[in-house]
């Protein structure tokens, strides 16, 4: 080989991956040695500057007077404070300290990260200053008064990219000098994960089960404040838009006499005086009876309790309902209209106002954005069962779609329309629950619907039976007991509107649209058939 060839061919990933273990080598040995300097230095001595810094005692936490000082919160943190004073309050994310008269520690608040520079100097810092940061905890709560200085180089290892000379520091909260799970180990991406076990690193794989079992540690993760901060947005946008559109916000009952949707999925109890009773599986029954008390146009955000043993991705026995019930003028498109319009608005508010959010959750939960259309597209069941068909996946066409079905039916739809979300409607009638307002062309199918992302269901929805003897009927022929919903069918004995609605889970929204794979991510503190707490 040409030696100017030699010398210019690149390194392999292997030799890169030599020379970043070793740098990672000397910057450990470094620190270490910087760490033995800062505790070779005496805290017993008497220190003049002994008031820039120490723990805060209780009494000056306890709200004794009206606070007077004036806050920045770390994600304002920018370049055009340079120069200016601030007081940040964070945890402790990081600490490296240089030398014995130097420390670099980075402080977090909501996810977002800055760092502080302590660098001895006469009548401002001590060296026993620099030795109580070093000695601080992780995850501790400090507060932080410095001056906003913008570094000459870009800072890789925090979001704002300025930095605090601190002139004070207080510790106002201790947290535990060994924790159950590393916040830096929890935020990793599992392509992070596999590269740094390559490189010979003893990164740690934080499992599912020790992430729920520590949430309030797990949620400190910026893709954690990321998916809460979403999911937020949706139920945000869903208040808005239906207000917009003349809904009214109701709340409903979650003790029942009787089983909302039917079966055994129900978390049955005894109530005063030994009556029974059960958590609600849904508010749909009281949400009807809101229409038929006049209010038109109704909607719910609210628990829903459904004891299924189902130990899958997308299951839970307790999540968040998005719930609606509306009249209908003339046919069940009117409800699926404002699914249309909803959740199109809904998509397009998440991608213009969660930019830095969804760019926090696809680091370590890589997804790609979900495709959709303008105007979603509705297929009949017929339509749905034809593809699967043609494709050639046989599905009982008077029966409901299983979960392959439905990934499956996703993928066609999207190889032929370009869209992850979509509606199949006209479901067959067996399937539906007993309230579902059958199809006047063919009893067989009901008005009815389900909505798909990245093929999985996500909502359900039909137009409601609001004539009582015809809902008695279909009570009767689905086993549910007709006398344990009698006030809700006596409701329609009154006069009540033609209606239908729809239900749907947040956290399966959530879930769906970041392309996670197990709910139990989107759900705060998840409840599922092993798991009550914390």
Known sequence: MDPQEEQTKKPSKKDLAKAERLRRKQELAAASAAAAGVSSVSIDETDPLASNYG????????SKSIASEKWTEIGKLGEKLKDESVLVRGRVHSIRAVSK?????????????????????????????????????????????????????????????????????????????????????????????????????????????????????????????GIFRIQYQVEKVFRRFLEDEGFVGIHTPKLMGGSSEGGSAVFRLQYKGGVPACLA?????????????????????????????????????????????????????????????????????????????????????????????????????QEGVQMLKEAGVEVDPLGDLNTEAERRLGQLVFEKYKTQFYILHRYPLAVRPFYTMPCPDDNAYSNSFDVFIRGEEIISGAQRVHVPEFLEERAKSCGIDVKSISTYIDSFRYGAPPHGGFGVGLERVVMLYCNLNNIRKTSLFPRDPQRIAP
């Not at 601190?166 to 909260?173: A, E, G």
């Not at 991406?189 to 729920?212: M, P």
């Not at 997804?367 to 009949?380: N, V």
């Open 55 to 62: 723990d805060i005692p209780l009494i000056e936490l306890q």
């Open 101 to 225: 008269k130097m420390v670099f520690v980075v402080v977090r608040e909501k996810g977002c990260t800055v760092q502080c520079v302590l660098t001895v100097k006469p009548e401002k810092i001590s060296l026993q200053m620099v030795k109580f940061v070093t000695n601080l905890n992780k995850e501790s709560f400090v507060d932080v008064y410095g001056v906003v200085s913008v570094p000459e180089n870009a800072l890789k290892a925090t979001t704002q990219q300025v930095e605090i000379q601190v002139s004070k520091i207080y510790c106002v909260n201790k947290a535990l000098p060994t924790l159950p799970i590393n916040i830096e180990d929890a935020a990793r991406s599992e392509s992070e994960i596999e590269a740094g076990l390559q490189a010979g690193e003893q990164f740690v794989r934080v499992n599912q089960d020790t992430r729920l079992n520590n949430r309030v540690l797990d949620l400190r993760t910026p893709a954690n404040q």
């Open 281 to 381: 599986q849904s508010p749909q029954l009281h949400k009807q009876m809101s229409i038929c008390g006049d209010f038109g146009r109704v909607f719910e955000v609210g628990p829903v309790f459904r004891a299924e043993d189902s130990f899958t991705h997308r299951h839970l026995c307790e999540f968040t309902g998005l719930d609606v019930e509306m009249e209908i003028k003339q046919h069940y498109s009117e409800v699926m209209d404002i699914v249309d319009r909803l959740f199109v608005a809904m998509f397009d508010d998440l991608k213009q106002n969660c930019q830095k959010q969804l760019e926090a959750v696809g680091k370590q939960y890589p997804f790609e954005p979900l495709e959709y259309l303008p105007k979603t597209l509705r297929l009949t069941f």
